[in-house]
């Protein structure tokens, strides 16, 4: 079967609980079709670029998906029916990744960034600005 990388984008408003269960209901839809989620990823809300809908942020999901096109193209047209979905995009490719996307891996880059500036901000101490002194 073809491999296929979708993401989709939530209103601001939807929780991340619900987030989840469009998640979940969007990959139990490609198996009943034949085809199987091989990776999920949320990423977060974000900022867009431009407003969608009157939206400023947006929840972010990934899907890595093993089917059929039968499967992917009824995928798509329950996204664009549902309401909770402001953009969505199918790309076809040809092998899928495994480990973590590459936003999952600027996020932990990230994290590993505020971890050293945390231990270096403790091994030095408090930066000359917070102890009080005057320049």
Do not use: C
């Not at 998640?23 to 670029?49: C, D, I, P, S």
């Not at 995009?89 to 050293?116: I, K, N």
Request: a negative charge; aromatic letters at 8%.
């Amino acid at each position: 079967m073809p491999f296929y990388e979708n993401v989709f984008i939530a209103r601001q408003d939807v929780s991340s609980a619900q987030v989840e269960a469009l998640t979940e209901a969007f990959a139990n839809l490609v198996t009943e079709h034949g085809g199987k989620v091989t990776k999920r990823e949320y990423w977060g809300l974000r900022n867009l670029t431009y407003r969608i809908k009157k939206n400023r942020k947006g929840h972010y999901v990934l899907l890595n998906l093993d089917a059929p096109p039968a499967a992917v193209n009824e995928l798509e047209r329950n996204m664009r029916i549902n309401e909770d979905v402001l953009r969505y995009l199918t790309v076809h490719v040809d092998a899928l990744e495994e480990g973590p996307s590459a936003m999952m891996q600027a996020r932990s880059r990230g994290e590993e960034r505020e971890r050293e500036r945390n231990r270096r901000f403790d091994r030095e101490g408090a930066p000359a600005e917070a102890e009080g002194g005057e320049a």
